[in-house]
C-alpha cells in the first residue's frame, strides 16, 4: 500500500474582521482520501477556514497549497481541484431537481452521459430520484441539502469542502448524507467538512479541534479521546440538574454536562471520587441509579480540553 500523502497544506492562516482575528495562526494538513473535519462551536473560525481554503476569501497572513496549487497565488487555479458547498449552497428554486443538476454540470462542462450517470447514482443515494421534477424551492430542507450535494459533486471533484452541511437537517436527511460522503472517500474523493455538531466529529478519519480561531489538537477521535485528562464518570439519576448542583465543584471534578439520563463528570481519579460522590450525592438526597467509569465522546473531550485551555490562559 503507497504511503499516504498530503494533499491540502494550510500553515499559519491568519484572517481578522476589523479587530477580531476569526482565524489565529491555523496549521494542519489533509490527507489524500481522508474525511477531514473541523470541529468546534460558532465562532471558531469554521467557516472563514473554509472559504479560505475555496480561495473566496484571502488570508490576511499564511499559505495554503491544495494538491500543488498555491492558492493564495493563484486562486483560480485552485479552484479546478475542489468542490466547494457553503452553508447556503446557490441552488435555484424555480427550477426542478434536475435542471439544477444540469445548470451545475454546464458550468464544468460535464458531458450530458457523464452528467446522466454520476446524477442518477447521487440520487439514488440520497434517496431523491422520485423527486427529480420537483422545484428546489418545494423541497425540504434536507432534501435541499441533498441536491446540493449532487450538484457540487456532478463533476467528480477531488477534493470536497463542505460548511457546516447538515445545520437544520433532520436525522434522517444527516444519515443519507454522511452515508454518501462515506461512498465518496471509498471513491477516493477528499472530503473536508466543518460542524458544530460533535457527535458527526466521531464519523471523520480525523479532525481539528478548533476555539476561537486556533487548533487546539489534530488527530484521529480515538486519539482525542485519549487525550481528555482524567476519567469519565457516567452518573445516571432521573435528576440530573440535581446531580449537577450538588457536585460542580467538589474536590477533584473538573466539569459537569447534563445529558438524557443524567450527567457526565470528567474527574481525577475515578476510584476514589466514585465513592466521595455518591457519598455527597447520598447527603444531598439525590437519587441516583448508578456511577460508572465511561468512554468520552468527543463532546467530552472538548469540553475538558477547551476548559484546560481557558483556565492555562
Known amino acids: 500500500m503507497n504511503a499516504r500523502t498530503s494533499i491540502i497544506e494550510a500553515s499559519g492562516l491568519i484572517k481578522r474582521f476589523d479587530a477580531v482575528a476569526a482565524v489565529d ?17 460558532d465562532g471558531a473560525g469554521k ?22 496549487v498555491d492558492v493564495v497565488a493563484d486562486a483560480e487555479e485552485g479552484k479546478q481541484h475542489i468542490s466547494y458547498m457553503p452553508q447556503r449552497f446557490g441552488l435555484y428554486e424555480d427550477l426542478t431537481v434536475d435542471e439544477n443538476i444540469r445548470f451545475y454540470a454546464d458550468l464544468f ?58 445545520t437544520g437537517v433532520d436525522p434522517v436527511s444527516r444519515r ?29 478519519n480525523r479532525l481539528a479541534l478548533l476555539d476561537r480561531g486556533r487548533v487546539l489538537y489534530c488527530d484521529t477521535p480515538m486519539a482525542l479521546k485519549a487525550r ?42 475515578a476510584g476514589l471520587r466514585i465513592v466521595e460522590l455518591r457519598e455527597a450525592l447520598r447527603r444531598a438526597a439525590v437519587a441516583v441509579v448508578d456511577i460508572v467509569v465511561g468512554e468520552p465522546s468527543i463532546e467530552d473531550v472538548f469540553v475538558a480540553l477547551t476548559q484546560g485551555e481557558a483556565t492555562a490562559s
Open 47 to 68: 467557516t472563514a477556514t473554509m472559504r479560505m481554503l475555496a480561495g473566496v476569501m484571502r488570508p490576511d497572513q499564511g499559505r495554503i497549497v491544495i494538491d500543488g
Open 109 to 166: 462542462e460535464v458531458p450530458a452521459q457523464a452528467r446522466e450517470e454520476r446524477a442518477a447514482r447521487l440520487l439514488a443515494a440520497s434517496g431523491m430520484t422520485q423527486f427529480r421534477a420537483r422545484l428546489a424551492g418545494q423541497l425540504s430542507g434536507g432534501m435541499k441539502q441533498k441536491l446540493g450535494l449532487t450538484c457540487a459533486l456532478v463533476h467528480t471533484p477531488q477534493i470536497l469542502l463542505l460548511d457546516e452541511p447538515t
Open 228 to 269: 481528555m485528562p482524567g476519567a469519565l464518570l457516567v452518573i445516571t439519576s432521573p435528576a440530573g440538574r440535581k446531580v449537577r448542583d450538588t457536585i460542580a465543584g467538589l474536590s477533584g471534578v473538573s466539569n459537569v454536562i447534563l445529558v438524557g439520563d443524567g450527567v457526565h463528570a470528567v474527574v481525577d481519579d
Open 25 to 41: 495562526g491555523l496549521s494542519f494538513t489533509v490527507e489524500r482520501g481522508e474525511i477531514f473535519g473541523l470541529v468546534g462551536p
Open 176 to 204: 443519507d448524507f454522511w452515508r454518501i460522503l462515506y461512498g465518496l472517500r471509498d471513491e477516493g474523493v477528499t472530503i473536508v467538512i466543518s460542524t458544530a455538531y460533535l457527535d458527526e466529529a466521531e464519523r471523520c
